[in-house]
């Protein structure tokens, strides 16, 4: 299972909420408590429960770029219980 975690840059996004239509496991929403300097309400991770899997559409998406994708990929596990190496 592949974990993952994003970074907003809240300045620059202009709040257009593609990256919120299209996240899968459905963590990104906008900030409704705060505006950026240009005045728009910016998207927000929005993850307690880790769900999100670094998958990148909503970087992908994003038109002004603002979205940095972070993902660390766990190890499998062997079926008898102890974990295979990475290679």
Known sequence: M??????IDAE???GCQLCSTVCPQQVIHMA???LNAKGYHPAALIDPEQLC???AICAVICPDI???VYRETVPKQAHNGTQEAVR
């Open 2 to 7: 592949t974990r993952g975690m994003i970074s």
């Open 12 to 14: 620059r996004c202009k």
């Open 32 to 34: 409704s408590d705060c």
């Open 53 to 55: 899997t670094g998958c």
């Open 66 to 68: 603002c979205i940095t």
